[in-house]
């Protein structure tokens, strides 16, 4: 079903981080004004990206922006590439021992890399998911996982007014997402990171943390921020709004509102019935 | 008599009002108004205050729901709204990613005033631009314990089923306080 919007409402990092939770296989087209990308993804892994035209060949063009042949060289090859796909093309420059299957591997993770990276900074565009569309089979794929991506690209995303916006108290504490497959060692963290991720306890705020690692409001918001994204972190108790906070002082406690004891299990069961014959 | 409450919020046109007007036995009592901001002229009115609904169980017993204003300068109003609710919807237009994020907020501000069970109602599904209540969950980091139930306001079976779940989660918070 449809998973379609703009880019205005609901960003890259959401989107990218919806695929890889829902663990989703397919396509994702964005479209603005001026360009176009697309997006592969298998089984929730980032597959294949790129952006502009897609004829389905520009290694050549690829191995030239990572060092790995000359301009004079990727232009012979690429003139010598019509009808062949990537796949092929590869396996040519590898048996003539031009470059290694390494080599490519590398450059086309990096081209990926690249171009995710770039649809961070999109603000505005129209997307949609094309589920179980795939790149055809002579397209270079290599699988690369999303959180880190979605933690690179967070941190892309630097503008203090949105990670003003979305962490805007730092009073709260953090702990790690219980979800089973989020594995630490799978995500590449700074040396920062590690340092921060060392101080996660319920027991201590944000605050706390950022003091101990003697690190700013900003960096410490940036630093949170990408682990949330990811999924790696959440808070302890979900931050109130600001505006709540005197109201929920003036009230006794949390939970004065419950249901009180007034309302007995058979008044429950009595609703349902009702509604029920409704 | 006793009187209980439920209530339904949810962003600006989440379809609040239209799921009170499918299942209560008194016409809305709405507080509507034509609506000036050019903004938020995707209908036609919008309710500045609350809606009312109700549902007389018998003599002694009777079930209300109120329904939030959408708009985010009436937020003052929740806080009065919530008190002594026996639990809430939270309402999201599925066809409207740009309203999730508002949803995640009023679900957390709600959650702050009371620990009482809520579902969530992923709306409009009869709409071919629906997102799918799992991705809803995923988007509103739901724990996996809080429903999030597929909902077309204007089928009275489906916001029957809305407020059954409701019920049975309220049932269940009572016997798990009474150890049972
Ligand atoms: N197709 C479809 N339309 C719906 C559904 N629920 C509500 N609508 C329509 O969506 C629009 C908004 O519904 P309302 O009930 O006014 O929404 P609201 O949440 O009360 O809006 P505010 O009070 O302005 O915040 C109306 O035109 C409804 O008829 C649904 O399940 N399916
Ligand atoms: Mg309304």
């Known amino acids: 079903m449809a998973l379609k919007g703009n880019l205005r409402d609901f960003s890259t990092t959401q989107l990218l981080n919806l695929i890889n939770l829902a663990r989703k296989t397919g396509t994702l087209s964005i479209q603005t004004d001026s360009e176009s990308a697309q997006m592969s993804f298998r089984e929730g892994k980032l597959i294949y990206a790129y952006m502009g035209n897609n004829n389905g060949n520009h290694l050549a063009q690829i191995l030239q922006n990572s060092g790995k042949l000359s301009a004079e060289q990727a232009q012979v090859i690429q003139s010598h590439a019509e009808g062949k796909s990537d796949k092929e093309i590869g396996h040519l420059l590898v048996t003539a021992r031009r470059v290694t299957q390494n080599d490519i591997i590398q450059s086309v993770r990096q081209y990926i890399l690249d171009t995710v990276y770039k649809l961070f900074t999109w603000g505005e565009g129209f997307f949609r998911f094309d589920a179980n569309k795939l790149p055809g089979s002579g397209y270079i794929t290599i699988p690369i996982d999303l959180e880190s991506v979605i933690m690179e690209g967070s941190r892309r995303l630097k503008e203090w007014e949105i990670l003003q916006d979305e962490l805007p108290d730092l009073d709260v504490a953090l702990r790690f997402t219980d979800r089973p497959d989020a594995r630490l060692r799978n995500i590449n963290l700074t040396v920062e990171e590690w340092r921060v991720v060392s101080f996660v306890n319920p027991r201590n705020s944000i605050r706390q943390i950022a003091k101990a690692n003697n690190l700013s409001d900003f960096e410490i918001r940036r630093i949170v921020y990408g682990m949330l994204q990811a999924g790696l972190v959440e808070f302890v108790n979900q931050p109130k709004p600001a505006a709540d906070k005197k109201e929920s002082a003036a009230r006794p406690q949390k939970g004065a509102a419950e249901p009180s004891p007034a309302v007995k299990r058979s008044v429950v069961v009595r609703l349902i019935d009702r509604i029920r014959g409704l | ?180």
């Open chain 2, 1 to 180: 008599m006793q009187a209980v409450k439920m209530v339904i919020t949810g962003p600006f046109s989440a379809g609040k009002t239209q799921f009170i007007g499918s299942v209560s036995e008194i016409d809305v009592v709405s507080t509507e108004r034509k609506i000036s901001s050019v903004a938020e002229k995707v209908k036609e009115s919008t309710t500045v205050a609350m809606d009312f609904g109700r549902i007389t169980v018998g003599d002694d017993l009777v079930l209300y729901l109120f329904g939030t204003p959408g708009q985010r300068r009436f937020d003052f109003m929740w806080d009065i709204l919530s008190q002594g609710m026996l639990g809430f919807v939270v309402m999201v237009d599925s066809t409207k990613p740009e309203t999730f994020r508002e949803a995640k907020r009023i679900l957390e501000t709600f959650e702050s005033y009371a620990s009482t069970p809520f579902v969530v109602a992923a709306n409009k599904q009869d709409q071919e631009d629906a997102w799918e209540p799992e991705d809803l969950r995923i988007i509103l980091r739901l724990r996996p314990e809080v429903k999030i139930l597929p909902c077309v306001a204007t089928d009275k079976e489906s916001v029957k089923n809305t407020l059954l779940e409701l019920l049975y989660s309220i049932l269940d918070q009572l016997d798990q306080e009474n150890g049972n």
